[in-house]
């Protein structure tokens, strides 16, 4: 050790950080704060375990846009990774005496004090963690969820339980969990598509030429109203189910770009249309999964109008089948086996209990079926199989239930297989456990650029986006590589 150095400028340090402590608080405690003593105290009372975070992540996942259904997420695992941390290291290690209540008045104190020790903050650290991950996935509520998060911190101190020092350790070690969680689990924003091959369209700053089709049986009206104030000259068709591909026809027949909006059946009409018309795509996300809008990068009606406003847009893949005469385009993904099946029973038992029930009821029905939903040949081979899922480019973190792709365009299939056997809800459910680069007795999954399935027995479904139809004998799966052009917001710009 150096003799040089003396150690009691580190106790000094030390006591004269503490010293200075105290006198804040004593300089918060006598302070007159305006407004603040019906607020304040309700307000610290009202983050007890996280009670008022958990209130503010159901009103965010209640307005049923994806991105607020994120940063809700966002925000919980950041507030239990902060709680975790505190309970478990931060109390025990630094066993700090609470603040003397003596200089409070008695208005301000808390009605059931504290018992834990003092340093860091727990309230000040949830508050910080919440807001702080709620904001790396949506800057807007984060910025609507600070002022509380703040005004819970600066209550610790207003009621007289924590140290000003308490509540600023707290609030970094709850900042730093959420960027521990955005390590761990990265935002949208961080993993943006690819921005390529862009597509040379024409940029329509009022939205004059653009003819949006929207599904009013998906409950599309807020998100075309919303698309309507951005882009005023944009014309807009609202029809039923029965009407959509007769007005997409026409409107592909005089728009400069193709507007659709509602869900994976009506997108897919849209796409195959367009593709035939040569013109331009924009897709309002209208439905219940949106899955190719969210994979392009459009969550909602401010996306697509500034892509529509500046002409942004790039090609993307679009997938081909064909059997016996019969073909048809998918954006997404199509399947034969169990889905189809599922999807059939469905739609049968939706009119009567509606959509979750439905599925329940369909999903019952088709795992009890005592036979193969699908029989098909490979080298050869015949072989009996519970689902064939091919994706419409290469899905990430994917077992039975499609995950997120990340390019459009990168000229592949995702092919899943799960093979039959007895037991078929073990076997989709070991097969949705393996995942996508596992390879396991029930499940097998390739990338490929084209698929030829043979002696496929008549009747077989077969569902792509969501629409079903019969197949039989050969069933040929092709890409169709960088065929459709689709506004988008390009990262930069």
């Known amino acids: 050790m150096n003799p040089d150095v003396d150690l009691t400028l580190l106790k000094d340090g030390r006591h004269r950080l503490l010293t200075l402590d105290s006198r804040l608080f004593g300089f918060a405690a006598v302070r007159n704060w305006p407004a603040a003593e019906p607020i304040l105290p309700r307000l610290s009372r009202s983050a007890n375990h996280g009670v008022l975070w958990f209130a503010a992540a159901a009103v965010m996942a209640a307005s049923r846009t994806p991105r607020s259904r994120r940063a809700a997420a966002r925000g919980l695992a950041s507030l239990t990774l902060a709680s975790l941390t505190i309970n478990t290291l931060g109390k025990r290690s630094v066993r700090?005496?609470?603040?003397?209540?003596?200089?409070?008045?008695?208005?301000?104190?808390?009605?059931?004090?504290?018992?834990?020790?003092?340093?860091?903050?727990?309230?000040?650290?949830?508050?910080?963690?919440f807001a702080t991950g709620v904001a790396l996935e949506s800057p807007a509520w984060g910025a609507a969820v600070a002022p509380v998060a703040w005004s819970v911190a600066l209550s610790r101190?207003?009621?007289?339980?924590?140290?000003?020092?308490?509540?600023?350790?707290?609030?970094?070690?709850?900042?730093?969990?959420?960027?521990?969680?955005?390590?761990?689990?990265?935002?949208?924003?961080?993993?943006?598509?690819?921005?390529?091959?862009?597509?040379?369209?024409?940029?329509?700053?009022?939205?004059?030429?653009?003819?949006?089709?929207?599904?009013?049986?998906?409950?599309?009206?807020?998100?075309?109203?919303?698309?309507?104030?951005?882009?005023?000259?944009?014309?807009?068709?609202?029809?039923?189910?029965?009407?959509?591909?007769?007005?997409?026809?026409?409107?592909?027949?005089?728009?400069?770009?193709?507007?659709?909006?509602?869900?994976?059946?009506?997108?897919?009409?849209?796409?195959?249309?367009?593709?035939?018309?040569?013109?331009?795509?924009?897709v309002l996300p209208g439905g219940t999964l949106n899955h190719f809008a969210y994979d392009l990068g459009v969550e909602g009606a401010r996306d697509l109008t500034r892509a529509v406003r500046q002409g942004e847009a790039v090609r993307v893949d679009a997938g081909?089948?064909?059997?016996?005469?019969?073909?048809?385009?998918?954006?997404?993904?199509?399947?034969?086996?169990?889905?189809?099946?599922?999807?059939?029973?469905?739609?049968?038992?939706?009119?009567?209990?509606?959509?979750?029930?439905?599925?329940?009821?369909?999903?019952?029905?088709?795992?009890?079926?005592?036979?193969?939903?699908?029989?098909?040949?490979?080298?050869?081979?015949?072989?009996?199989?519970?689902?064939?899922?091919?994706?419409?480019?290469?899905?990430?973190?994917?077992?039975l239930?499609?995950?997120?792709?990340?390019?459009?365009?990168?000229?592949?299939?995702?092919?899943?297989?799960?093979?039959?056997?007895?037991?078929?809800?073990?076997?989709?459910?070991?097969?949705?456990?393996?995942?996508?680069?596992?390879?396991?007795?029930?499940?097998?999954?390739?990338?490929?650029?084209?698929l030829h399935l043979s002696g496929v027995a008549p009747g077989t479904l077969l569902a792509y986006d969501g629409e079903v139809t019969d197949v039989e004998g050969e069933v040929t799966l092709e890409k169709l590589p960088e065929a459709l052009t689709v506004y988008r917001p390009l990262p930069g710009n």
């Open 157 to 282: 101190v207003y009621t007289g339980v924590h140290f000003p020092s308490d509540v600023l350790a707290g609030a970094a070690l709850g900042a730093g969990a959420a960027f521990a969680v955005r390590g761990l689990v990265p935002t949208r924003a961080q993993i943006v598509p690819p921005a390529r091959p862009r597509a040379a369209v024409p940029a329509l700053p009022d939205g004059e030429g653009l003819v949006m089709v929207a599904n009013t049986a998906s409950g599309t009206a807020d998100r075309v109203r919303a698309l309507h104030d951005g882009l005023p000259l944009a014309e807009i068709v609202a029809c039923e189910p029965a009407q959509v591909r007769a007005e997409l026809e026409k409107a592909a027949a005089r728009a400069t770009v193709l507007g659709v909006c509602g869900g994976d059946g009506t997108v897919n009409a849209a796409a195959e249309i367009a593709l035939r018309h040569g013109v331009p795509l924009a």
């Open 320 to 399: 081909r089948f064909s059997s016996d005469g019969r073909e048809g385009v998918f954006v997404n993904a199509c399947s034969l086996g169990v889905y189809p099946e599922l999807v059939r029973e469905r739609e049968r038992w939706s009119r009567r209990t509606g959509g979750w029930p439905a599925g329940v009821l369909g999903a019952l029905r088709v795992l009890r079926a005592d036979r193969h939903p699908l029989e098909a040949e490979f080298g050869g081979r015949a072989r009996p199989l519970w689902l064939l899922f091919v994706g419409n480019g290469t899905y990430h973190r994917m077992g």
């Open 96 to 129: 700090r005496t609470r603040p003397r209540l003596d200089p409070v008045p008695r208005v301000r104190q808390l009605k059931r004090q504290p018992i834990t020790t003092s340093f860091p903050s727990g309230h000040s650290a949830s508050a910080a963690a």
């Open 401 to 450: 239930a499609p995950g997120r792709r990340t390019d459009l365009a990168d000229g592949r299939f995702d092919v899943r297989v799960v093979h039959g056997g007895r037991r078929p809800a073990l076997r989709l459910l070991a097969a949705a456990a393996a995942g996508p680069l596992t390879r396991s007795p029930a499940h097998a999954a390739v990338q490929v650029g084209r």
